[in-house]
């Protein structure tokens, strides 16, 4: 399974956009780029999945450059709510199912 | 339609007892996925199961640690003899199949697990 690097934490203020950047360097071919959201003391929950170019939901939107190698996500106009820890993972969801490897997230603090 | 119910959503033990934590998936779910997640740290997979079957338990420790998800009723992980190492949160997650397209886990609350 493919590993990812995102920065440990990030700080941003309401009313802002607020972007991840996540590399995973060693994507296959068959992988899928998913973004989960955790707050504390809950499970985490799906924000975003993507193979290439960009996805757009209600949420947020994942920008995917033809390499690959990397993937944003962007959440617009940040609340107080959104601050959490953010989770980019890849897999294929083949023969391992849909086990994910989650790494150590980026931690959101958005600020009044 | 409810969403993975676990429980006991908090469970307090003293080293060498035993720790059931149960994991009902969401309606019409088939696969379970068992997760622990330290504090601090991000979750990491324990084991990965279909109605009766184990698919890959690649990530349960190879001593005290079971996992099952019998045809009836949910889902359940097993740690005999706890030591205070295993306190941790354990999620539960599910889906409704495996495939490429189908990368979204739906995650339980999860069940907080302190030995004492």
């Known amino acids: 399974l493919a590993k990812t690097t995102q920065p440990i934490s990030m700080d941003s203020y309401e009313g802002q956009e607020v972007n991840i950047t996540c590399s995973h360097n060693?994507?296959?071919?068959?992988?899928?780029i998913t973004w989960y959201q955790q707050f504390p003391s809950q499970g985490p929950r799906f924000i975003i999945q993507?193979?290439?170019t960009k996805v757009t939901n209600e949420v947020a939107s994942l920008f995917i450059p033809a390499d690959r190698k990397s993937s944003t996500l962007s959440l617009p106009r940040v609340s107080l709510s959104d601050t959490a820890v953010y989770y980019c993972?890849?897999?294929?969801?083949?023969?391992?199912?849909?086990?994910?490897?989650f790494g150590g997230g980026t931690r959101v603090l958005v600020k009044p | 339609n409810a969403g993975v119910m676990q429980n006991p959503r908090h469970l307090v033990r003293r080293r060498g007892q035993e720790a059931r934590l149960r994991c009902s998936p969401m309606?019409?779910?088939?696969?379970v996925y068992w997760y622990r997640q330290l504090p601090e740290e991000g979750l990491k997979f324990m084991v990965y199961?279909?109605?009766?079957?184990?698919?890959?338990e690649s990530g349960m420790p190879k001593e005290r640690f079971s996992a099952e998800f019998p045809k009836e009723g949910p889902s359940i992980l097993r740690i005999q003899q706890v030591v205070r190492g295993d306190s941790a949160a354990y999620f539960c997650?599910?889906?409704?199949?495996?495939?490429?397209?189908?990368?979204?886990?739906?995650f339980g609350e999860g069940s907080r697990l302190t030995v004492l």
């Open positions: 997650a599910s889906s409704p199949r495996q495939g490429v397209d189908t990368g979204e886990l739906f």
């Open positions: 060693n994507i296959a071919t068959n992988d899928y």
């Open positions: 993507g193979y290439k």
């Open positions: 993972l890849v897999g294929d969801g083949g023969a391992a199912g849909n086990k994910l490897t």
């Open positions: 309606k019409g779910h088939s696969h």
């Open positions: 199961l279909q109605k009766e079957n184990i698919i890959d």
